[in-house]
């Protein structure tokens, strides 16, 4: 007997057992047999929702992508971020904004393999220009600033900006004598200011805002900084 026989076979066993069952029943009865084949063809289809998905956003246009670490005290999930700056943005249906905030970078070892997963993809996505900026702390900012390459914030804001954030920007001085501004103090962005967490003294960590060298969309990381504080 081959495949297509022993289907027919079952069907016609299967309609003979539900014909004389009510709705109510036959619902019953699928489900309590064949449970297992309905969750599996649940899960393929998510499974195969998911991958469309994922084809048909790596076909867009990514506008700006940036990365969240260290966000000990969820200042800024990037989700919802990421679906709030895009509404402000006339985005066609072929763009998107990409925000990231599960990277964490651990200086006191104790979760490496994590810490060198995040340390690999921020330098990958630094070295192939991909990465438009991090939002960091204050101890991570002091573990790059020296041997991470990083944009001059005086260089790349217009002079609107720079004049109305010169408050908020980081200088380093490096090996050579030379001082640029590597970074940005977000306490005054809408992300802090005015949520309760820049008066919490849980909150131990101050956070920072750079552009990696080759930033490559700086008009977009000119438009985030203008909505992230209101300018």
Same mark, same amino acid.
């Given at each position: ?18 014909? %004389?069952?009510?709705? =109510?029943? #036959?619902?019953?009865?699928?489900? *309590? ?10 899960? +393929? +289809?998510? /499974? ?7 084809? /048909? ?19 800024? %999930? ?11 943005? @006339?985005?066609? =249906? #072929? ?19 994590? &810490? ?7 330098? @990958?996505?630094?070295? &192939?220009?991909? +990465?438009?900026? /991090? /939002?960091?702390?204050?101890? !991570? ?6 041997? $991470? %390459? ?11 900006? #720079? ?7 980081? $200088? ?14 977000? &306490?005054?962005? =809408?992300? !802090? @200011?005015? &949520?309760? @967490? ?6 131990? *960590? ?17 438009? $985030? ?7």
């Amino acid at each position: 007997m081959n495949l297509r026989e022993r289907f027919t076979r079952w069907k016609a066993a299967e309609g003979a057992k539900l014909r %004389p069952m009510s709705p =109510r029943q #036959r619902a019953g009865y699928i489900l *309590h047999y064949y449970r297992f084949w309905l969750m599996g063809l649940v899960l +393929l +289809l998510a /499974v195969g929702f998911y991958i469309g998905d994922a084809v /048909v956003q790596s076909q867009k246009e990514i506008l700006l992508q940036g990365f969240f670490t260290n966000d000990e005290y969820n200042l800024f %999930p990037a989700e919802n971020i990421q679906k709030d700056y895009a509404a402000t943005q @006339a985005l066609t =249906r #072929r763009q998107r904004i990409v925000f990231d905030d599960a990277l964490y970078i651990d200086l006191g070892g104790d979760a490496s393999d994590y &810490t060198s997963a995040s340390n690999g993809k921020l330098i @990958a996505y630094t070295l &192939t220009h991909e +990465l438009d900026f /991090v /939002v960091t702390s204050d101890e !991570v900012l002091e573990y790059y600033k020296d041997t $991470f %390459p990083m944009e001059d914030l005086e260089a790349l804001l217009p002079a609107d900006l #720079r004049e109305a954030l010169a408050d908020q920007l980081f $200088f380093n001085t490096d090996a050579d004598g030379k001082t640029t501004a590597i970074a940005l103090d977000m &306490t005054q962005s =809408r992300f !802090v @200011a005015g &949520t309760g @967490a820049d008066a919490d003294p849980n909150v131990q *960590h101050t956070y920072y805002f750079f552009v990696p060298a080759g930033a490559p969309h700086p008009e977009q990381i000119v438009q $985030f900084l203008r909505y992230s504080f209101g300018l």
